[in-house]
């Protein structure tokens, strides 16, 4: 039984919402097909964030391939910032009416899970975060969130398919059910070195049964070098004060001269507790919070129709740009038939914006997703959460 929508269903324009479909018999029967001008914009973040990630840019643009659709857009992966023209589109508006609502579900999507991920890595600092979120999504679009969250900063992923999308190999260590079955966390430890080839990281959990310290002491005298990391995944109910119990493992291992093997944590992690455990902590898994990340709220405006200035209550007419001064980094934002003015501090502004489809054929140089990510990451370094 398929459910989820595949991609020719989406270019067909099926999984749009069924108003879309009435605008287009209202136009074609009053004759009305005119140039339109819109704009894509996020009034307000989520969560009084200051700052997002605008990604999912190149998946939109398929929407519109071979379609009389001109596409100006903030290079994906780049950070944006409330009230900000992220996108334009322009053409005849019955070539894109039906494609606002997936327009709108790419980048939505996409950009709130880029957002988390680098919220995450912000907190994280130069400690490993992997997405561990599959278990939470609908698999169908397992790749599609990890590809979102990798390109928002984290260093790797959990789930095999998304993983070979991402030319990674993918992260984890073994679940509790091999110590239940196994029958101790010992025992299981050397069953996995044993059977797991090597060059893959022996990181073991230390909470299945026992203290989290006293199991990482035990397991880290018996394996010795050969023990790479342990991980705390200690269910909620059990935690206290997680940090705690992540510091006296720390300090425990510390003492008796284990101070290469780190301690990995899991299990409802966000940009909000990862820094009480920086100290302790070589690396994390992050799953629910990157899964269901919250959604950015895109809405799409047309603000010009026939090149004359129109928008609906709550929307400025007149297609605008974003400028960002060459010196400074300020921003603004302008109406683009304007002349670009200079920045207070005197330096020339220049616009973010590029054109990315002129007329259904893509422009310019198509990214991978490395590049997106690089784009990411060169954010990253002034932002903070
Ligand atoms: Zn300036």
């Not at 009435?22 to 989520?46: G, H, M, Q, S």
């Not at 400028?323 to 200079?342: G, H, M, N």
């Amino acid at each position: 039984m398929q459910i989820h929508a595949n991609h020719k269903e989406i270019l067909d324009g099926k999984t749009t919402d069924i108003y879309f479909h009435r605008t287009e018999e209202i136009l074609k029967k009053e004759k009305k097909n005119p140039d339109v001008t819109a704009e894509v914009w996020a009034k307000k973040l989520p969560h009084n964030y200051k700052w997002a990630i605008f990604t999912g840019l190149s998946e939109l643009i398929e929407l519109f391939k071979d379609k009389k659709i001109d596409i100006k857009a903030l290079p994906e992966g780049s950070v944006f910032f409330e009230e900000e023209p992220v996108l334009t589109i322009k053409g005849k508006y019955l070539d894109f009416a039906r494609f606002e609502t997936p327009l709108l579900g790419y980048i939505c999507q996409a950009s709130g899970i880029s957002t988390k991920a680098a919220r995450c890595k912000i907190a994280a600092g130069r400690r490993t975060v992997l997405s561990f979120g599959a278990r939470r999504m609908h698999p169908s679009i397992t790749p599609v969130v990890d590809r979102y969250a990798y390109i928002g900063g984290v260093d790797g992923v959990s789930a095999v398919l998304s993983a070979e999308r991402l030319q990674l190999k993918p992260q984890g260590t073994i679940p509790h059910a091999v110590i239940l079955i196994i029958g101790d966390t010992l025992k299981a430890a050397l069953a996995y070195d044993n059977a797991i080839a090597e060059g893959i990281p022996r990181v073991m959990l230390v909470d299945t049964f026992g203290d989290e310290k006293v199991e990482a002491v035990r397991l880290a005298e018996k394996l010795r070098d050969k023990l790479n990391a342990v991980r705390i995944d200690t269910p909620s109910s059990r935690r206290g004060d997680l940090s705690l119990i992540v510091r006296e493992t720390r300090e425990e291992l510390d003492n008796r001269g284990f101070g290469d093997i780190g301690i990995f944590v899991s299990g409802g992690l966000d940009e909000n507790n990862l820094k009480n455990l920086n100290p302790w902590v070589e690396g994390y898994g992050i799953g629910t919070s990157l899964s269901n990340a919250p959604t950015i709220n895109f809405s799409l405006d047309i603000v010009e129709i026939e090149g004359k200035l129109l928008a609906k209550k709550g929307k400025v007419s007149g297609e605008k740009e974003i400028l960002e001064c060459s010196r400074c980094a300020s921003r603004k934002i302008v109406f683009s038939r304007d002349t670009k003015p200079r920045c207070e501090c005197g330096n020339e502004m220049i616009a973010l914006t590029k054109k990315v489809m002129e007329k259904g054929k893509i422009t310019g140089e198509t990214e991978n997703v490395d590049e997106i990510r690089n784009r990411v990451l060169s954010h990253l370094r002034y932002l903070n959460v």
